[in-house]
């Protein structure tokens, strides 16, 4: 159609519904905008959430250890008073009683690591390069070669997992 078919009134028509895109284009941006700062903001907040998540599980870990700690040595104290004993023995000269404490010592000690799962590695056989750490290797007579002729260190187990390898000679 051309301008002298059309009313007067299509032309306004026309003009405002051309206005109108122009005014729902800015509209949605304007929308937009609000929508990407959004997301950000929620990341943003999420991101702080996993930090302080993180924080508290470092500070959760630090009170767990320093608390098995303090059980750990709370338990320890009886044996360094038996120590003390024995050494107050040893300073009277009492050579029985000494070595008395000295046993009462050792047992109090043994007892409560192995409260706690700790238990002594066997060394009789055959070397075991899992359990054992050969530090010499020496001719052993009538022995067959590669098993432990001396234990030097004792070895243990924490559970199922060795905590300290047996330090033994080994047979050539």
Request: charged content about 35%.
């Amino acid at each position: 159609m051309t301008d002298e078919q059309r009313p007067i009134g299509e032309e306004v028509v026309e003009e405002e519904v051309v206005e109108e895109p122009v005014a729902e284009e800015s509209a949605p941006a304007h929308s937009n905008d609000q929508p990407a700062q959004a997301p950000d903001d929620s990341y943003l907040r999420l991101a702080a959430d996993f930090d302080n998540y993180r924080k508290r599980v470092v500070r959760e870990q630090a009170e767990l250890v320093k608390r098995a700690n303090e059980r750990i040595l709370n338990e320890l104290l009886p044996v360094l008073d038996d120590l003390e004993r024995a050494l107050e023995a040893a300073e009277e000269h009492q050579e029985a009683k000494l070595e008395e404490g000295v046993e009462l010592v050792h047992r109090s000690l043994a007892a409560l690591l192995h409260r706690h799962g700790l238990t002594p590695i066997e060394t009789e056989g055959a070397f075991d390069p899992h359990v054992h750490e050969a530090l010499l290797a020496q001719p052993g007579e009538g022995t067959e070669p590669g098993s432990v002729l001396q234990v030097l260190q004792k070895g243990y187990r924490l559970g199922d997992r060795v905590l300290r390898p047996a330090r033994v000679i080994v047979s050539e």
